[in-house]
């Protein structure tokens, strides 16, 4: 049973737009949502996250919005880079608990 | 910042052996520790959940015979792939979390390839 979904598997965006990959959860005990990029062969890198009684987080170019009602979140990168190639994943941690739910996963591509 | 170093990075075993991975924190004490495996372009599975100096807590499906987790230290836990088979071969990433900060931080990975 998948509690936290990316129902895109893959992204193409070009260099200088703004990408925005998104999430789906069922769970409405998840208290924290997380977004992690991660290179093959490596662990997951920290982004940036957000708590359940915010709708939106900014640090920089990177921004996370959170739909409770949809048990929805995206997180938009603007402008993105090619360096923002990537898998990226959500991940959510359910109430009273350390556990860290991870979704499925997007890849992204970003070309010049 | 919160540092995690897992050794070894990749190692092939023969079927039937054991193979240890070690999770280090190397710049706070991780109260909690956590192991996951990655099939290729899936997603991460929790395996286990790890506090100091108790026993591991298994997510269901997995046989905590077979995934040995030792949580010794507040620096150190360990996972143990007992009578490895080519099913095992995989990626196992641990994370820790101290009990001072919000946060999970990751290692870089182990790939384990089972011949």
């Known amino acids: 049973d998948q509690q936290v979904k990316q129902n895109s598997p893959s992204l193409s965006v070009q260099e200088g737009r703004i990408s925005i990959l998104n999430c789906d959860y069922t769970n409405s005990m998840f208290d924290y949502f997380l977004w992690y990029k991660k290179y093959p062969a490596e662990g997951p890198t920290f982004l940036i996250s957000?708590?359940?009684?915010?709708d939106k987080n900014e640090d920089g170019r990177f921004t996370v919005f959170l739909n409770k009602s949809a048990k929805h979140l995206s997180l938009h990168i603007v402008p993105s880079q090619p360096g923002d190639s990537a898998v990226y994943f959500c991940?959510?941690?359910?109430?009273?608990?350390?556990?860290?739910?991870f979704g499925t996963g997007t890849r992204l591509q970003v070309f010049p | 910042g919160a540092v995690v170093s897992q050794h070894p990075s990749w190692v092939i075993c023969k079927s039937g052996t054991s193979v240890k991975i070690e999770c280090r924190s190397l710049?706070?004490?991780?109260?909690?520790m956590f192991w996951y495996r990655q099939f290729p372009k899936q997603s991460l599975m929790l395996m286990a959940t790890s506090n100091e100096g108790s026993k591991a807590t298994y997510e269901q499906g997995v046989e905590k015979d077979k995934f040995l987790i030792n949580h010794a230290s507040l620096t150190l836990s360990t996972l143990t792939v007992t009578s490895a088979h080519p099913e095992d071969s995989s990626f196992y990433i641990c994370s820790a979390r101290s009990g001072e900060f919000f946060g999970y931080t990751f290692g870089s990975g182990t790939r384990l390839t089972v011949v």
């Open positions: 991940a959510a941690t359910p109430y009273n608990t350390d556990k860290l739910i």
């Open positions: 957000i708590s359940s009684i915010k």
């Open positions: 710049d706070f004490q991780a109260t909690t």
